[in-house]
């Protein structure tokens, strides 16, 4: 409950964050400039669907060797695959559904822009562009996530890895922590049970 309120904030404010930006940027731009944007933000929703995919179906095994031979970014791996479902939600439901939500808005200014170039008299030629533009901009996205999840799939383990030594350099050199592995209770429990045989005693 409290994970499904904290990502829905966290998509309210992305969400709107990437539409102002993406608006302000096709703010009195040629519709070539505008196609790139497109494309751009489309090609970021493939990248972070197939990050979700990939700590998806990662196997944690390999990073325990890793993080033995003190691999850089091998224990952060190793949480992103031990909290694979929050990750994977993050990457895919917020930002990949957010980057198409935004794209498909982004595509319909830049038909407006197209239709002042063509003026008037060019409905047909309007028309056609319109058909053409958002049926490329489809195929990008489909085609972009289709081979995204299967070169993730496929290379799960190197693209982990990667994102791990991506967290590692930021915990260590701003201090922050992107994500924490889940905590071992055993020992605290056993410790707590101990002293409460101890007392009792």
């Given at each position: 409950m409290q994970w499904s309120i904290f990502i829905s904030i966290v998509t309210f404010v992305l969400a709107s964050v990437f539409s102002v930006v993406s608006t302000a940027m096709l703010q009195g731009v040629v519709w070539g400039v505008g196609v790139l944007v497109v494309m751009v933000i489309v090609a970021i929703g493939i990248f972070f669907?197939?990050?979700?995919?990939?700590?998806?179906?990662?196997?944690?095994?390999?990073?325990?060797?890793?993080?033995?031979?003190?691999?850089?970014?091998a224990k952060q791996a190793?949480?992103?695959v031990r909290n694979a479902d929050r990750f994977s939600n993050f990457c895919n439901d917020v930002v990949g559904d957010i980057c198409g939500i935004i794209s498909g808005t982004a595509s319909a200014l830049v038909v407006v822009l197209m239709i002042g170039d063509a003026g008037e008299g060019e409905g047909l030629m309007t028309a056609v562009v319109t058909v053409v533009f958002s049926a490329?901009?489809?195929?990008?996205?489909?085609?972009?996530?289709?081979?995204?999840?299967?070169?993730?799939?496929?290379?799960?383990?190197?693209?982990?890895?990667?994102?791990?030594?991506?967290f590692y350099v930021v915990e260590h050199r701003f201090g922050i922590r992107v994500l924490g592995g889940r905590k071992k209770t055993n020992g605290k429990r056993g410790s707590k049970r101990a002293a409460r045989s101890d007392s009792s005693a």
């Open positions: 669907d197939m990050m979700g995919i990939a700590s998806a179906s990662a196997n944690e095994r390999p990073f325990h060797a890793m993080a033995a031979e003190k691999v850089p970014g190793i949480a992103i490329v901009v489809s195929a990008f996205t489909v085609g972009g996530k289709a081979l995204g999840k299967s070169f993730a799939i496929h290379n799960s383990i190197p693209i982990v890895l990667w994102i791990g030594k991506a």
